[in-house]
T-cell receptor, first 112, second 115 residues
């Protein structure tokens, strides 16, 4: 158990819908990262927050957004969902930028 | 230039064998190179990591070899066991220059260790 929690574990929804994925980092970690894992693209970095502020952005679609709250938990919002958004979404946390990243168990999203 | 290329895509070895997984990168700003292990249905878990100021690092049965001039690094698993059967990912980040820690992952290697 990495200490990073993600909810929900599974999510099934329809195209065009909007979903919110939630992540609670390990106690004391200030940095939260979101990654997408799909069969064709592998593990792709989406976005990073550090102590409430956006620190880095990767290949994140405009339909996707994220935020980190004062209690340091983070949410990833996916809107106007497409079939191709079906993937595993992982959250990771670290004490600071560049420290070891600990991954959560992931949320499996299926868009039908 | 942000890519990390990993090979082979899959690997089958007998118990006790030494599987070797290789990764290559282009971006000379990368300064942190971790390896992650992932079992089906689980998130990636850090195995071992290296920084470019050393050429080799060992932790238990896992060894990273790092060749800075060739921009390559590899994972060796000594005395492999069936429980090591998993997908392995190499990654890289440029912590020093970007201060973000975002990881760029290789495509992954599926390892099967036969009893």
């Amino acid at each position: 158990d990495s200490g990073v929690t993600q909810t929900p574990k599974h999510l099934i929804t329809a195209t065009g819908q909007r979903v919110t994925l939630r992540c609670s980092p390990r106690s004391g970690d200030l940095s939260v990262y979101w990654y997408q894992q799909s069969l064709d693209q592998g593990l792709q970095f989406l976005i990073q927050y550090y102590n409430g502020e956006e620190r880095a952005k990767g290949n994140i679609l405009e339909r996707f957004s994220a935020q980190q709250f004062p209690d340091l938990h983070s949410e990833l919002n996916l809107s106007s969902l497409e079939l191709g958004d079906s993937a595993l979404y992982f959250c990771a946390s670290s004490a600071g930028a560049g420290e070891t990243q600990y991954f959560g168990p992931g949320t499996r999203l299926l868009v039908l | 230039q942000q890519q990390v290329k990993q090979s082979p895509q899959s690997l089958i070895v007998q118990k006790g064998g030494i599987p070797i997984i290789n990764c290559a990168y282009e971006n000379t700003a990368f300064d942190y190179f971790p390896w992650y292990q992932q079992f089906p249905g689980k998130g990636p878990a850090l195995l071992i990591a290296i920084r470019p100021d050393v050429s080799e690092k060992k932790e238990g049965r896992f060894t990273i070899s790092f060749n800075k001039s060739a921009k390559q690094f590899s994972l060796h698993i000594m005395d492999s066991q069936p429980g090591d059967s998993a997908t392995y990912f190499c990654a890289a980040s440029s912590v020093g220059s970007s201060n973000t820690g975002k990881l760029i992952f290789g495509q992954g290697t599926t390892l099967q260790v036969k009893p």
